[in-house]
């Protein structure tokens, strides 16, 4: 399986993905909102484009479908929700179906609610797995609610799914936030060394290169994952006073993501 990652280079800070099967030079487009860089991409590697997949509704994802349906023919995977949102859906996405591509690559749709309610994460059947995850896990960070999600199901998403994936499973979000997530990673835990050494290594940050991470560093460094750090906890007290001496979870998560919204 080969991965592409594309920087759109916009101010949204999209990445676009393509994914190829070598033996076949098939491929799948993931959100390729930039469809120009993504049909370029495959004309130079050989490849051609017959899926396309969108994690979500947004149009920040969307809004390269039809130009590139138009181009290659390509049929539109999506979650199977997101009908009344993404038009022309050809194939709606369950927990735990496979999208094929070519003759070797396998992908498991997730259902990861939280971002939206109709969001797909795809996860592959690889001895070191790859995680595409839109815009539910971020490079140290989670992703917002604002746009028809909510922070209970985001955190359900995380701590049922995400956290149990193998460590050494890759990260590929939708989008590149490494420098203002680590920021937030430190304000809320500032004696998160390892966060403190990836935020001074981002000065060279080329996000047309950008520093591919596992869940094992994103449990290091994400303060979503890291909901038991004393830290996090004494820090939060300071913006809720009425946090609980002993928070679950959920309820770390939840005011984080709360504090992010506003950071």
């Given amino acids: 399986m080969i991965i592409e990652q594309i920087w759109t280079g916009n101010a949204y800070r999209n990445f676009n993905y393509v994914i190829a099967c070598p033996e076949s030079g098939e491929a799948l487009a993931i959100d390729p909102l930039d469809h120009e860089k993504c049909l370029a991409a495959a004309r130079d590697k050989g490849w051609e484009i017959t899926q396309i997949l969108n994690t979500h509704e947004h149009g920040d994802h969307t809004g390269g479908n039809q130009p590139m349906i138009a181009a290659t023919g390509a049929k539109l995977l999506a979650h199977h929700g997101a009908g009344h949102s993404i038009e022309g859906i050809d194939r709606g996405l369950q927990a735990g179906d496979v999208v094929k591509v070519g003759r070797t690559v396998e992908l498991e749709a ?20 790859a995680l595409i995850c839109g815009d539910t896990l971020f490079n140290a960070g989670a992703g917002n609610c604002h746009g028809g999600g909510h922070p209970a199901e985001l955190y359900e998403t995380f701590a049922a799914q995400l956290a149990k994936l193998p460590d050494r499973t890759r990260v590929y979000p939708g989008h590149d936030y490494w420098t203002n997530n680590l920021a937030f990673t430190l304000d809320r835990e500032p004696d998160n060394a390892r966060a403190q050494e990836l935020l001074d290594d981002m000065s060279e940050h080329d996000p047309d290169n950008a520093l591919v991470s596992t869940l094992a560093l994103e449990k290091e460094v994400n303060a979503f994952f890291r909901l038991h750090s004393p830290s996090i906890i004494a820090r939060l007290r300071e913006a809720f006073p009425d946090l609980p001496d002993e928070p679950d979870p959920k309820t770390v998560f939840v005011k984080l993501r709360e504090l992010r919204n506003d950071w």
């Fill in 110 to 129: 997730l259902d990861t609610p939280g971002h939206t309610m109709s969001h797909v994460c795809l996860l592959s059947h690889t001895d070191d797995p």
